[in-house]
């Protein structure tokens, strides 16, 4: 089954922004204003975008309410994050999205944002876009770009360079997954990931290596990995130790805990918290190419 594709975008579309995790100032987030005005695109801010309330974005009561403003608002077509951080979980039951479902938009953005890539294309076959945030327009050139090509309709298939633990073959299906942390967090909750059939894409930041062999575990034994028709490994950026070393690497013990099974694997896939953020669509069918001498990735589906 396809899922429904959100319209692209075109010159003077309207873009709204929302901050539904993590608090941002005005200063952070001038550059990507200017930045997607000079796309021909118009900009709205969630009316709460700046409001603070400790780490946070505001309240949840605000996030919550800026955030059904961009779902409700007919003149939004896409929704992309201000920024990640912790946040969106809190807000998530209580959104309504009778509006959305019927009018769908792209909601944009990555790591806290894997709440809003699981639940929607779950509960209501609507694409969303795995991407580079506003925060992140600076940090590299080539990922913003593509975004902007991403947004208005121009798929990109993906050629890498392997990797030395790149585990070969063909595998197509359902893109889903994002960020490792948020997807552990998710389990049993009615936004926990269906990966059956499916391509999963997995990254993360700042996490000690233990902790990803335990999120790893979890996915195992919920029975998340043992029918995937693909893997893919974006960034595992910053990745902390004990004083007594767990041993491996986070791209080890992934590999580890797919060792009996025979899919494809794709390590240092160029999207997450590293340097490179490409889009992905999340809910589109995808194929993963995994050879000794590269690696291909094609959006099957034209959207």
């Known amino acids: 089954m396809n899922l429904t594709s959100p319209p692209f975008l075109k010159s003077g579309d309207c873009i709204g922004i929302v901050a539904p995790a993590r608090k941002i100032s005005a200063k952070e987030l001038n550059p990507a204003i200017k930045q997607l005005e000079s796309w021909g695109l118009n900009i709205k801010l969630g009316k709460n975008i700046y409001a603070i309330n400790n780490q946070f974005a505001g309240t949840d009561s605000q996030r919550l309410a800026d955030m059904q403003q961009m779902l409700d608002d007919p003149d939004v077509k896409v929704i992309i994050s201000a920024r990640g951080g912790y946040g969106s979980v809190r807000i998530i039951d209580d959104l309504d999205f009778s509006f959305f479902r019927h009018h769908p938009k792209w909601i944009a953005g990555f790591s806290d944002i894997t709440v809003f890539h699981n639940h929607i294309p779950k509960h209501y076959d609507i694409q969303t876009l795995h991407c ?87 996915l195992k034994r919920a029975g998340k990995l043992a029918n995937l028709a693909g893997l893919v490994t974006g960034s595992f950026s910053e990745m902390k130790d004990n004083t007594i070393p767990f041993g491996k690497t986070a791209e080890e013990i992934i590999l580890d805990s797919v060792k009996e099974y025979d899919f494809p694997v794709c390590f240092g896939f160029p999207a997450g918290h590293g340097q490179k953020n490409f889009p992905l669509y999340i809910g589109n069918t995808v194929e993963l190419d995994v050879n000794t001498d590269k690696v291909i990735f094609k959006n099957l589906n034209p959207l």
């Open 132 to 218: 580079t945030m506003a925060f992140n327009f600076d940090k590299d050139k080539e990922s913003t770009e593509l975004l902007r090509e991403a947004l208005f309709g121009v798929l990109k298939d993906y050629s890498i360079a392997p990797q030395p633990l790149n585990r070969k073959g063909t595998g197509s299906g359902m893109l889903c997954g994002g960020n490792l942390s948020m997807l552990y967090a998710l389990a049993a909750t009615p936004s926990d990931i269906d990966t059956f059939g499916k391509i999963l894409f997995l990254e993360d930041l700042d996490e000690y290596l233990y902790h990803i062999d335990r999120m790893m575990m979890q």
